[in-house]
């Protein structure tokens, strides 16, 4: 049975070093970046936001180690920057804590935290979430997951913030590279009561539920041969990959220009052009 208070993915998170210089890399990708967000002092973190609908992307860097964010750190320190962890958007965090403690996952959290956001009209206000987490060590082909209850959905999915230069509109795709895509996949599975299907390229494609992005784990020769003109030198063997976002594709092009080539029936940003998450464009 269905998790009943997790839906389906909500953003994706990108662990930076460099928090500032990556926003300003993608901004150069033509997103349209929120103003850059401090969480609350036990996170010690700030982030960046890219919104769509009904998801978004997150850079999120390490301001002030705290026991929070050791995790983060220890995937800092083994890898350049890339996708780290994906979120589900959790309905109510404190019911879906207990619900995957009862498949036998003892959760983190439910963690409450908030970060400051100016409105477009000048008004100071804040996000506010709460989250928990699956267990660290439960991280299907190397991605952690976590959900996230947005109490203040208002002050995240602000209009002005929702149009980028780039067409891009929404999430499609989590690739996860991992050399067992079926034995991920299962794992993935099993943690969030969703039936995976098999690819005829051999990746293993995992609904995230209700019309939310997939999951696709697949090993690197399977995404070298899905983008063969992209470069994924840096891509580890085993973690978060890249994204596949729906957008509007003539604004795509005319937006990244050189920055992107054609390359699985898509628009492409190589890894090593965007912190380490190899970008497909398609079609919305």
Known sequence: MALKNIVGIDHAVLMVKELDKAAENWKRLGF???PRGTHSAHMGTGNYTMMFDPDYMELLGVLTETEHNAPARAFLAQHDDGIERVAFTAI????GAEEIRARGYAPIGPTDFERPVTMPDGRLSAAKFRTFQWPVAEA???VRIFACQHKTRETVWIPELMKHANGAKRLRQVLIATQEPTKAAAHMSRM???ETRNEHD???TLPSG??????VFLTRDQLAKRYPEISIAGLPERGGAGLVIAADLAATEKALGS??????GGICVSPAAANGTLLAFVQA
Not at 92 to 95: E, F, G, L, R, V
Not at 210 to 215: P, T, V
């Open 32 to 34: 349209t970046l929120s």
């Open 92 to 95: 109510d965090s404190a019911a």
């Open 140 to 142: 299907p082909g190397g």
């Open 192 to 194: 969030i009561d969703r």
């Open 202 to 204: 051999g990746a293993v």
């Open 210 to 215: 209700a019309d939310r992005a997939d999951f």
């Open 259 to 264: 920055a992107a080539s054609r390359s699985g």
